[in-house]
């Protein structure tokens, strides 16, 4: 493992967990040198290990006692979710509004939104809170993307996230290991899909309207109004699906391209920086997104709304 | 006879499932549609919804009975946000309907 696994880090560290292993390799995970991961880093392992278990790799974790931050990754349930039991010498904090640890993406999608929300923005449930906007747009984008991961990825998929109030970042990241946004439109028999690189298969995911799962439980504007809510705070995602990267940053243009060294990661990845200051107004955020990618007319329609 | 339904008596007050909008708007919403005068959708007390959810219940709702049906349908006690994703889900519907989407 790496020393940083942090936003230069993170493409290196995927490109490791990328490379290539024959039936019956051993994979062995030294910690030793690790001494920064993001949430993005522990969704990706995780998922990788996870992958690797089913695949029945035989699998070490060394150079734990060594690890500087050995009570971080247990406090973040990463061994936990990596199905090694470890001894904890440290007493546990409450998380909320702190971090959420690494969490297995199962069918309560609602649910899950709820908490991680609730523990990103602790109090903005409440309408009129300080935290509401924050609580509502986390709570989108979670159950958003992970809907995707229950629906298209065919694989496990975990969340994470982290509140760094100093720099005042909210950071959310959710993986899978499953088979990736191009296999998945491949699989649809998407004709379009054909000869389509990783990069631009993900670059056609965020276009409105595009889904493998298709109508009625899946319309394909999920991905579309993450990345619309990301421009609209002026916030940063990050998508990696097999080669593929596609970033949309400062700019707001997205950028496409592909992991160091020709790896491949196996699943898909969807990281997520909002910045606190900037997620005010939250229904105008929504609105704006979905403006702008013409999901909603400025004519509007004859919709009846009562009090 | 004028059909109410409570949005949170069924789902609770967050709506993230796609699957259950629809199969909701199955069984409980579009048999009533030629029978019933008035279709109220009571979101009272949701505090939270997603474009999969609302997209599922109200897109589906329009593509399946055309635009003419907002004649009929009545959204009660919707957040501001939650009125945002169904005017956007009536524009999904009406796109469906003139062919512009595919999904």
Redesign the interface.
């Known amino acids: 493992m790496p020393a940083q696994i942090n936003a230069d880090g993170l493409l290196p560290f995927l490109a490791i967990l990328g490379r290539p292993l024959a039936a019956g390799d051993e994979v062995v995970l030294d910690f030793s040198e690790l001494r920064r991961v993001t949430p993005a880093g522990l969704v990706a392992l995780v998922a990788t290990v996870v992958r690797w278990r089913r695949e029945h790799h035989p699998m070490t974790f060394a150079g734990l006692k060594t690890c500087s931050i050995l009570g971080y990754l247990q406090r973040m349930d990463v061994f936990k979710t990596c199905g090694v039991e470890l001894q904890e010498t440290f007493q546990r904090h409450e998380a909320k509004g702190r971090f959420v640890p690494v969490r297995f993406i199962d069918h309560q999608?609602?649910?899950m939104?709820?908490d991680l929300?609730g523990c990103l923005a602790p109090g903005g449930?409440e309408?009129g809170h300080p935290m509401c906007d924050l609580y509502?747009l986390s709570?989108?984008v979670l159950?958003?993307i992970?809907?995707n991961v229950r629906q298209h990825s065919h694989g496990l998929g975990y969340v994470s996230a982290q509140v760094n109030r100093t720099e005042g970042f909210v950071r959310l990241a959710l993986a899978d290991n499953g088979c990736g946004i191009l296999k998945s439109f491949q699989d649809a028999g998407f004709k379009w899909s054909e000869g389509m690189t990783d990069a631009e298969a993900i670059c056609k995911a965020l276009e409105p309207?595009?889904?493998s799962k298709?109508?009625?439980?899946?319309?394909?504007?999920?991905l579309t109004?993450v990345a619309g809510l990301v421009r609209q705070t002026k916030s940063w995602l990050m998508i990696v699906s097999g080669c593929g990267v596609l970033q949309i940053g400062n700019d707001l243009k997205p950028k496409a391209v592909n992991l160091p060294d020709g790896a491949r990661y196996q699943g898909t990845l969807v990281v997520m920086t909002f910045r606190q200051q900037n997620v005010r107004d939250?229904?105008s955020l929504?609105?704006a997104a979905?403006t702008n990618v013409g999901?909603?007319?400025r004519s509007?329609?004859?919709?009846?709304?009562?009090? | 006879m004028n059909l109410e339904l409570s949005i949170r008596e069924h789902?609770?007050s967050?709506?993230?499932?796609?699957?259950k909008?629809?199969e909701f708007?199955l069984g409980r919403i579009d048999p009533y549609v030629e029978i019933c005068p008035q279709i109220?959708l009571d979101f009272t007390g949701v505090?939270?919804a997603?474009?999969?959810f609302i997209?599922?219940l109200v897109?589906?709702l329009i593509?399946q009975h055309n635009?003419s049906v907002?004649?009929k349908?009545?959204?009660?006690?919707?957040?501001?946000?939650i009125?945002?994703?169904?005017?956007?889900a009536?524009?999904?519907g009406?796109?469906?309907i003139a062919g512009r989407?595919?999904?």
């Not at chain 1, 509007?300 to 009090?307: D, E, M, T, V, W």
């Not at chain 2, 967050?14 to 699957?19: V, Y």
């Not at chain 2, 349908?73 to 946000?81: E, H, M, R, T």
């Open positions: 999608i609602s649910a939104g709820t929300a449930e309408y509502d709570w989108y159950t958003e992970a809907n309207t595009v889904s298709g109508s009625p439980t899946n319309e394909g504007v999920g109004l939250y229904a929504l609105h979905k999901l909603l007319q509007g329609k004859a919709i009846r709304f009562l009090p | 789902f609770g967050h709506l993230a499932d796609g699957a909008a629809a708007r109220i505090r939270n997603n474009s999969s997209n599922a897109a589906g593509e635009v907002l004649k349908v009545v959204f009660k006690g919707c957040n501001p946000s009125q945002v994703l169904i005017q956007a009536v524009e999904l009406v796109q469906k989407v595919n999904a």
